[in-house]
């Protein structure tokens, strides 16, 4: 195990000052949340919008912290006699603090790092290729979608043991994943796609695309990229850099013509088969999860898979015994009812989705409840009205929608049964209303929107039934 010590801070943390302890205590395991602090953890108080995590480094010490990194906090003389025994650091800003000390941590590993970027399929993406890998590696991966500047450093910092680290990078704005590949220095660049999340922040789909490949900025010397070759922004990029750009790129895709591709697609309900052809090779691949978004997921944990040599029978297995993240795709059947809880986010391309799995499902009634989908800025009324669209072209039975901006899907809708909700409460008694065994059931929306109160009470409800 790679060591940082008290010492290390101090050298790494701009303007630090150690105000008591011992300098060459052990690092180790870093915590942010005075409520999981375990004995001789590292506490990092974080300053947010509603508290200010700096003022609880007592109840750190008290519940085992032996070392806290603090940013503007007075601490008298008494009080640094009676926290002696804890190492106490003072620093400009505990954020950067976070991010410096987990290039440190980076710094000593040698080890394969994969950074995973994408308007959509990050998070499921990630959950892929770690499981893939983890047939022939010790993985560390980001917990759920702890994807962001703080986020991604502490999942750094809880490298020990492992062979192997699978990290989510997201964005919000331009810049953001910069910062992100230069803490994590990946040996290889994922990007599944480009879309329209967060293009209200960042003006185009070209400005998203820019901000994701950022993510190349990191990226070792000897690092290799692998995109989506089915994305139009991806594509263009690819057919304009491929013979330019010093790192090699695998491509992988369903329709265009790829390093890695499907074939023979048999989508079910609650999984997919297909044949996965690259090099001349074939291999059969079984998925857990349904829709023809895991079965690209899947090429691109393949894709990965072949760079480090993967046997054929560690990546059936990977793929095969993957598990998805909560909230995202998660099928439910009780009884004659089928529930599709997919209300951790929603951008357009992940609606569509969403909506095709819907659409291809073999029950008499499909029911989709859906929210809005925010920060699309200017586009929101296009991109709503976009989702309209494909509720229609997928023959969708009954729409019920919650949201200022939902109200353009149901405009557009007008080929099926639809309602238009003020609120979640509204919406959970219509779907009780027009639920009847034989339903699939559709619930998503943008996080905000908090669908997963619409999830478990109908979840609940259709149980008692």
């Known amino acids: 195990m790679k060591e940082i010590r008290v010492k290390d801070l101090l050298e790494v943390c701009k303007n630090s000052k ?4 011992n300098k060459e205590e052990i690092c180790q395991n870093f915590s942010k949340d005075t409520r999981t602090i375990q004995e001789g953890d590292v506490y990092v108080g974080i300053k947010g919008e509603r508290f200010d995590g700096n003022q609880f480094y007592p109840e750190a010490i008290q519940n085992g912290a032996k070392v806290c990194i603090l940013q503007d906090v007075t601490l008298t003389q008494e009080e640094i006699e009676k926290y002696s025994k804890c190492a106490i650091i003072l ?9 410096e000390i987990a290039k440190k941590k980076r710094s000593l590993y040698s080890i394969p790092v994969v950074a995973i970027t994408g308007s959509v399929g990050k998070t499921s993406t990630k959950d892929m290729i770690a499981s893939v890998l983890g047939q022939k590696f010790r993985v560390l991966k980001t917990e759920g979608n702890l994807n962001n500047h703080i986020g991604l450093p502490m999942t750094i910092l809880r490298l020990q043991q492992e062979e192997a680290l699978v990290v989510e990078m997201g964005m919000n704005n331009a810049g953001e994943i910069r910062v992100l590949t230069n803490i994590a220095k990946p040996t290889v ?9 967060h293009i209200g922040n960042l003006g185009s789909r070209e400005n998203i695309l820019k901000a994701k490949l950022e993510i190349l900025e990191g990226l070792s010397e000897d690092g290799v990229i692998v995109i989506n070759h089915d994305n139009d922004l991806l594509r263009k990029w690819y057919e304009e850099n491929q013979k330019t750009q010093t790192h090699p790129i695998i491509t992988y895709g369903i329709q265009e013509k790829s390093d890695v591709m499907a074939q023979n697609i048999q989508l079910q309900e609650n999984g997919s088969k297909f044949t996965a052809v690259y090099e001349n090779e074939k291999i059969e691949i079984e998925v857990p999860v349904a829709g023809e978004h895991f079965v690209s997921n899947s090429l691109c944990a393949i894709s990965v ?6 046997e054929k029978e560690k990546i059936q297995q990977g793929i095969k015994n993957f598990e998805l993240t909560k909230r995202r795709m998660d099928v439910q059947q009780i009884g004659k ?8 986010n929603a951008n357009y391309d992940s609606m569509k989705a969403a909506i095709e799995y819907l659409g291809s499902t073999k029950k008499e009634n499909k029911i989709a409840i ?12 296009e991109l709503h009205k976009k989702v309209g669209e494909e ?3 997928n023959k969708i039975d009954i729409l019920i929608t ?4 939902s109200q353009y899907i149901n405009e557009v809708a007008k080929d099926c049964k639809n309602v238009h909700c003020q609120t979640r409460e509204e919406a959970i008694e219509m779907a009780k209303k027009f639920m009847k065994p034989n339903s699939s059931i559709l619930i998503k929306a943008s996080n905000s929107m908090k669908f997963d109160e619409i999830a478990n009470e109908l979840t609940e409800y259709l149980k008692n039934l």
Do not use: H, P, R
Not at 18 to 21: H, I, M, R, V, W
Not at 337 to 344: E, L, R
């Open 18 to 21: 150690l105000l008591c302890g």
């Open 91 to 99: 620093v400009e800003d505990t954020i950067q603090a976070l991010q």
């Open 189 to 197: 660049a994922v990007i599944t796609n480009v879309g329209t999340s």
């Open 305 to 310: 898979a072949k760079i480090f040599q993967e």
């Open 337 to 344: 009812y089928t529930v599709i809880n997919d209300c951790y």
């Open 370 to 381: 859906l929210g809005d989908m925010l920060e699309l800025g200017e586009y929101s009324e």
């Open 391 to 393: 509720i229609v072209k």
């Open 402 to 405: 919650v949201g200022f901006f």
